[in-house]
Nanobody, 126 residues
Framework: QVQLVESGGGLVQPGGSLRLSCAAS????????MGWFRQAPGKEREFVAV????????YYAESVKGRFTISRDNAKNAVYLEMNSLKPEDTGVYFC???????????????????WGQGTQVTVSS
């Protein structure tokens, strides 16, 4: 069992930066693949980034590649999302997700993750 709590969201101007954090409880964190998703009003939840356990390979949605960076600290049971050059279209609720058995071909679909946080709101607006 893994419990996830996101923080760090807020209001930021276009071009600005935010760092989201996801604190995880449970002894299986280091064995979990960790992902970030986001959901804008009226839209489906979409994949943002993922960091695999073990080798810690990372993958990003094309829309955020080069601007967002996912990282994790297994000693602190935490995963982070550094967001730079933010755009209004990055606005949404950002969710942290975890799964211990997900494979590369499945990372894009939120239905394949077992554990979710409650989300943190990110608003990019002038």
């Amino acid at each position: 069992q893994v419990q996830l709590v996101e923080s760090g969201g807020g209001l930021v101007q276009p071009g600005g930066s935010l760092r989201l954090s996801c604190a995880a409880s449970g002894r299986t964190f280091s064995r979990s693949t960790m992902g970030w998703f986001r959901q804008a009003p009226g839209k489906e939840r979409e994949f943002v980034a993922v960091m695999f356990r073990g080798t810690s390979g990372t993958y990003y949605a094309e829309s955020v590649k080069g601007r967002f960076t996912i990282s994790r600290d297994n000693a602190k049971n935490a995963v982070y999302l550094e967001m730079n050059s933010l755009k209004p279209e990055d606005t949404g609720v950002y969710f942290c997700a975890a799964d211990s058995a997900i494979i590369l071909s499945s990372i894009w679909d939120p239905r394949n993750y077992d554990y979710w946080g409650q989300g943190t709101q990110v608003t990019v607006s002038s």
